[in-house]
């Protein structure tokens, strides 16, 4: 029987939000028995009650990427639609001082208890705890508090990619191959496509060897001078080369939905061939430890509002990064279970950056 494993669990998008909140007043009540506060050990705590807190008028959003990246399009889609139309006049702060950590601790450190200051970083980030890089957890109620998070509206994930002729037609054939001779698979030591390689090793029992070959880019010429068996990359650094018959795709992530991307839809899913994997980048919204739970409310429901907009959707389809925030209430657990299963593979692999 095949091992798997699963990093990325499907969340209930039972809340449709079209509008903004932020002229609403938040609320004071703690949080019921099914949000942060249910279990300390498991979950948020939730912040003490007091006065009603509304979300600050102006606000800054660290985001621990560059100007003009996936990333920095998403986060000022962001901020646009909600200054247009909710009232709170956001500031990117592009912050990658210390790979992000200085953006990290800025918002960890922070007394603004109105949502002044907040982050606005991707899976990376629990990459960087789980390989102990980073000392403190998104998920530790003592450090941060997880406002919201998205889910993707599009599956196409990395891809297992072999040179056009390669020996290994199928990814069957390529883990038969690898149980008779370890094969090299090109990533990112420490980094997303690294656990990835993990995960792949966790559930299919292929013997790979993870070989440092810098971004997509620098992989795909290490594949193509045959220095490599394998490489994982993202669909679109490898198109080019699959249609002109130089590498060939043998199985792609996806989400939890299982199904293709667009980019390349000829390839099979690892849940298509029978293995329960899933890996997504999502997007987080992180504040200081202890925010209002109704702040928390509020400040998602104009994020979840922003991607729901049809012009801003569009955004964010053109730059890659189809997404879709969740409601406050289902946020924690997503990021919960994401980072538990990082640290896991993490922990396997023996991975310690400290």
């Known amino acids: 029987m095949k091992k798997t494993l699963a990093i990325v669990l499907s969340a209930a998008m039972a809340l449709g939000l079209a509008a903004c909140s932020s002229g609403s007043t938040a609320s004071t009540t703690a949080a019921p028995a099914a949000t942060q506060a249910a279990a300390p050990a498991a979950t ?27 990333t920095d399009v998403v986060a000022r889609a962001m901020t646009n639609y909600i200054g247009k139309n ?8 592009n912050n990658t001082d210390g790979g992000g950590v200085i953006a990290y601790e800025t918002v960890r450190n922070s007394t603004a208890k109105d949502g002044e200051s907040l982050v606005f970083f991707h ?30 509206t599009s599956a196409d994930g990395y891809c297992v990619v072999v040179p056009g002729d390669s020996p290994y037609k199928t990814f069957e054939e390529y883990v038969n191959a690898s149980k008779e001779k370890t094969l090299l698979l090109g990533v990112e030591t420490g980094g997303g ?36 068996d394998s490489v994982l990359v993202a669909p679109k650094a490898a198109s080019q080369y699959i249609e002109s018959g130089k590498a060939r795709a043998l ?38 430890k202890h925010l209002d739970e109704g702040l928390c409310e ?7 509002a922003a991607t729901k907009d049809p012009e801003t959707a569009e955004i964010l389809k053109n730059s890659g990064w189809g997404v879709e925030f ?7 657990e997503i990021v919960k279970k994401q980072s538990d299963a990082l ?5 396997e692999l023996g991975i310690d950056l400290s």
């Open 44 to 70: 948020q705590a939730a912040a003490p009650a007091a006065e009603a807190v509304k979300w600050a008028k102006n606000y800054e959003l660290q985001v621990p990427a560059s100007a003009g990246g996936g």
């Open 86 to 93: 909710c009232g709170n006049n956001g500031t990117v702060i």
């Open 123 to 152: 899976t990376t980030m629990l990459i960087k705890t789980a390989t102990k890089v980073y000392q403190y957890s998104a998920v530790d109620p003592e450090a941060f508090t997880v406002i919201t998070v998205s889910q993707p």
């Open 193 to 228: 496509t690294h656990l990835m390689g993990g995960m792949i090793a966790q559930a299919t029992g292929a013997k790979l060897e993870f070989v440092e070959a810098g971004p997509d880019v620098d992989k795909m010429t290490a594949l193509m001078g045959g220095a490599l």
């Open 251 to 288: 199985v792609g992530f996806s989400d939890n939905s299982g199904k293709r991307g667009t980019v390349l839809p000829d390839v099979p899913t690892f849940q298509e061939l029978g293995y329960d994997i899933a890996y997504t980048i999502n997007f987080m919204v992180l504040g200081p």
């Open 298 to 304: 509020e400040i998602a429901n104009d994020f979840v």
């Open 326 to 332: 969740q409601p406050h209430k289902d946020s924690y």
């Open 343 to 347: 640290t896991s593979v993490a922990e």
